[in-house]
């Protein structure tokens, strides 16, 4: 089974500031990881994914998320936050070693409020 | 050009009665996928289907079907709809194949369901 935590239903930072949503996954197997972004009345738009290599992935907007296999973890970054980051984000997984339709199992997502 | 375009973008009926909500995709992939969210925006995966298989989410109940008459189209029948079907409903797809393949989702903007 694989599944996907994101543990804040929101996130609230100032503009300029540097922004982080966290994730933890689970799975059985080795992880590919992702991180969407849903802006209202739209649908989810990829950012970001780690498939193998650097834990460190860039993405679109200026985002990052480091993968850490020790904390079964995938936390969002960004350096500096803009107020048009303001959305939902979503992280996801898939097990490697599964291949049962490739389907994702998305997190609850995450508001990013971005004051500024 | 809408790379995942699905109708309609709003849909209110009345309890009881079957509908269905079309999804065709101009990029050539050869998977697609529904997705259902919440009202509290939980996303959950339905099914994942491509020219070989239909992977089925066992939560789903039988009177949601995915129908594919090409490798564009899957359109998505719901029979006898009920008060807790009422949410919305995503339409995506990826060109899966394993490590080297470019492995993100691409979604349309969703259709809004409401049963009354």
């Known amino acids: 089974a694989q599944s996907v935590a994101q543990p804040e239903d929101q996130v609230n930072v100032a503009e300029g500031n540097p922004l982080t949503v966290k994730c933890t996954y689970s799975?059985?197997?080795?992880?590919?990881l992702f991180w969407y972004v849903q802006y209202p009345n739209r649908g989810l738009q990829f950012l970001l994914k780690?498939?193998?290599?650097?834990?460190l992935v860039k993405g679109s907007y200026g985002f990052e998320a480091e993968f850490n296999k020790s904390q079964t973890s995938f936390h969002l970054k960004k350096p500096s936050a803009l107020v048009s980051d303001s959305a939902l984000y979503f992280c996801?997984?898939?097990?490697?070693?599964?291949?049962?339709?490739?389907?994702?199992?998305f997190g609850g997502g995450t508001r990013l409020m971005v004051k500024p | 050009d809408t790379a995942v375009s699905q109708t309609p973008k709003y849909l209110v009926t009345q309890m009881g009665n079957d509908k269905s909500i079309k999804c065709e995709q101009n990029?050539?992939?050869?998977?697609m996928y529904w997705y259902k969210q919440d009202s509290k925006k939980f996303l959950k995966i339905m099914f994942s289907?491509?020219?070989?298989?239909?992977?089925i989410n066992e939560t789903v109940p039988n009177r949601f079907s995915p129908k594919s008459p090409d490798k564009a189209h899957l359109n998505l029948h719901i029979n006898s709809l009920e008060l807790g079907d009422s949410a919305v409903y995503f339409c995506?797809?990826?060109?899966?194949?394993?490590?080297?393949?470019?492995?993100?989702?691409?979604f349309g903007s969703g259709t809004q369901l409401s049963v009354l």
């Open positions: 995506a797809s990826s060109q899966m194949g394993g490590l080297t393949t470019n492995e993100k989702l691409f």
């Open positions: 799975v059985s197997g080795n992880p590919y």
């Open positions: 780690y498939i193998t290599g650097d834990n």
């Open positions: 996801a997984v898939r097990d490697m070693n599964n291949n049962a339709g490739n389907m994702l199992t």
């Open positions: 990029l050539g992939h050869d998977t």
């Open positions: 289907y491509n020219n070989k298989e239909l992977i």
